[in-house]
């Protein structure tokens, strides 16, 4: 495969604060003080179940009220014999069908008046019974969240106590540092996934002179999730509630640490060890990986020591731009870098307002190339108004669109089709996650798929003995009208399937079949072949998807992993024009 296939690397040159952080969909609970200007009524119902009131809205948010009251009637056991802790008798969860529709509350403002500040990622406000929660397009993504904020009430009530008078007290008195928590919480809720794995070691290698207590302080839910790990790896899971026990009564992490039923060691050295422990692992591991050869490099990002966000990252087909997108302080810049010579940036778009307490955009603004690479295109919203801005360069012109509001509720993914006057979204409408068809011009939205299963990260495949969608979904069999089982809820593991747009039959081509671990960004590769990143091993590598006839002579996939690299592939494209594959490095 690598033989006509010339790969391209776009890699980020870290500077100072090692690795940006993206902001993910996360859960919040309700801090007033503030308010956002509302662009809709929200009719508020409600599920009874024995320990929650799931309040919901629309006939759409009625199925996803449903989920939510299982999933978290579900969890109540699970999380309570991992934390030791009892969950309220009556709690309440508040939810909202998209991000866009949480974003009218008054969630995540800052309250001055309040001892607890911003909320932030799956916090819990002291005298607070509400956790809010919105769907993000893809229903174990939202049973995340769930989980997080069940997971932070326990300890909560573990940590200050039942009543108001006790938390008023013990948060007083009580002074853990924030990654005791906010790690211990990430640990319970994920375990050391491949994001936080690949995470920790980019922040080892670009900053191998700090210690855990430095990098505690500036990301306090990963350091801590890696101390966590350590000492469930090093001592035992009974050991981490342990410790997690001292620390609570002791109210000193020294006292705690140095306890023999414990760690029996200095917080320093506790510190020292952990470090340690993670870069004798990542030595090992780096004897039998492979390291990215950077000569082969298109072009390198700094990234900025300012907090600043660089996001989707895309090479033109033609490998002489690179478009991305950067976010600070709840405002964003689209930019445009050419790969040769000076490398010369231009600014092509710029929006939002400067908030220090704003939250990134999961998925706004939005960037794709066509396949020729004569047109990019920009979705991005003003207010509530939908915007899609279309460069083209063939003709001279930007070309503006409002997208009317009906059309839906939230893109998800966007991708040139063959005819670069249409596009493939995956967007949510009515609490459903959905691939369309889009007509630019007229705005004109077709099915293509229809149903309660999830179908997101759209890409066309085009040139090759095969034409139609590349995308991921959790459905459950490679068929368009999959049906939902009795009492089945739609939250199984993303996998890799393809619907043709030629013969537009309901049989999909089903190109992986994980239970475990996470794939992502699926790409055509090559005239005759796919590939997807899997972090089946702890870091994002490459796999191709090679085809084979089954018994019954019809394509069957199967796939071959073709990097072992160090460090995670945070990003891929393949660009017809070029024959080239682009991935960003860090």
């Known amino acids: 495969m690598k033989t006509h296939i010339a790969a391209l690397l776009v890699l980020f040159v870290c500077v100072a604060t090692g690795i940006p952080l993206k902001v993910g969909a996360q859960s919040y609970v309700e801090v007033f003080g503030q308010n956002r200007l509302q662009y809709r009524k929200f009719d508020w119902k409600y599920f009874d179940t024995k320990h929650f009131r799931v309040y919901h809205y629309d006939r759409a948010g009625r199925q996803l009220g449903r989920y939510v009251a299982e999933e978290a009637e579900n969890d109540i056991p699970v999380i309570e014999k991992k934390l030791g802790g009892e969950f309220p008798k009556r709690f309440n969860i508040i939810l909202y069908n998209s991000y866009d529709e949480y974003r009218q509350s008054n969630i995540g403002l800052k309250d001055e008046s ?71 919480i990430s640990y319970l809720v994920d375990g050391w996934d491949a994001k936080s794995n690949s995470e920790w070691k980019s922040l080892l290698d670009a900053r191998p002179d700090a210690g855990f207590y430095e990098l505690a302080e500036q990301y306090p839910e990963l350091a801590g999730k890696a101390f966590w790990k350590f000492v469930s790896h090093q001592y035992s899971n009974n050991t981490v509630k342990s410790l997690l026990y001292s620390m609570q009564q002791k109210t000193s992490l020294n006292k705690a640490m140095k306890e023999k039923s414990n760690l029996d060691m200095k917080v320093t050295k506790a510190y020292d060890s952990c470090i340690g422990f993670y870069k004798k692992i990542y030595e090992q591991d780096a004897k039998k990986q492979e390291i ?26 033609r490998g002489s731009d690179v478009c991305y997108v950067a976010w600070k302080d709840g405002k964003y810049t689209v930019y445009t870098q050419k790969t040769a010579n000076e490398q010369d940036v231009a600014t092509i778009l710029e929006g939002g307002q400067k908030d220090l307490t704003e939250q990134t955009d999961p998925n706004y603004p939005m960037i794709a190339w066509s396949i020729s690479g004569y047109k990019l295109a920009i979705l991005y919203r003003t207010g509530f108004r939908m915007n899609l801005r279309i460069y083209n360069s063939l003709k001279g012109r ?79 069999k490679p068929g368009m009208d999959v049906p939902l089982g009795v009492n089945e809820l739609p939250a199984g593991p993303m996998n890799v399937f393809f619907y043709n747009t030629k013969t537009k039959s309901t049989e999909l081509m089903q190109c992986t079949d994980y239970k475990t671990g996470h794939v992502t960004q699926p790409i055509q590769y090559g005239f005759d072949n796919f590939a997807y990143l899997y972090d089946g091993n702890g870091i994002n590598n490459k796999y191709v998807v090679l085809f084979a006839r089954d018994k019954h002579n019809k394509d069957s996939a199967y796939s071959v992993p073709i990097t072992n690299y160090n460090t995670s592939i945070l990003g891929q494209q393949y660009n017809l024009a070029s024959g080239d594959v682009a991935d960003v490095i860090q």
């Open 114 to 184: 309040s001892a607890t500040g911003n909320t932030r990622a799956g916090t819990l406000n002291l005298v607070g019974d509400k956790l809010v929660v919105y769907f993000t397009g893809q229903h174990t993504d939202l049973r995340h969240q769930i989980r997080a904020g069940m997971a932070r009430v326990v300890m909560e009530r573990m940590i200050f106590g039942e009543s108001f008078k006790k938390m008023v007290k013990n948060a007083l008195l009580l002074n853990l540092p924030q990654w005791v928590t906010d790690g211990y």
């Open 292 to 317: 990215p050869d950077s000569t082969k490099g298109l072009i390198s990002l700094k990234v900025p020591k300012d907090n600043t966000v660089i996001r989707d990252i895309r090479v033109s087909p």
């Open 398 to 476: 930007i070309e503006n669109y409002v997208i009317p509001k009906n059309r839906f509720d939230r893109v998800l993914g966007m991708a040139f089709m063959e005819d670069d006057d249409k596009l493939v979204f995956s967007a949510i409408k009515k609490s459903q996650t959905d691939l369309y068809q889009f007509t630019i011009k007229g705005s004109k939205m077709t099915n293509i798929t229809d149903d309660a299963w999830d179908d997101v990260a759209p890409v066309f495949i085009a040139g090759g003995s095969r034409t139609g969608i590349l995308f991921l979904s959790n459905r459950p």
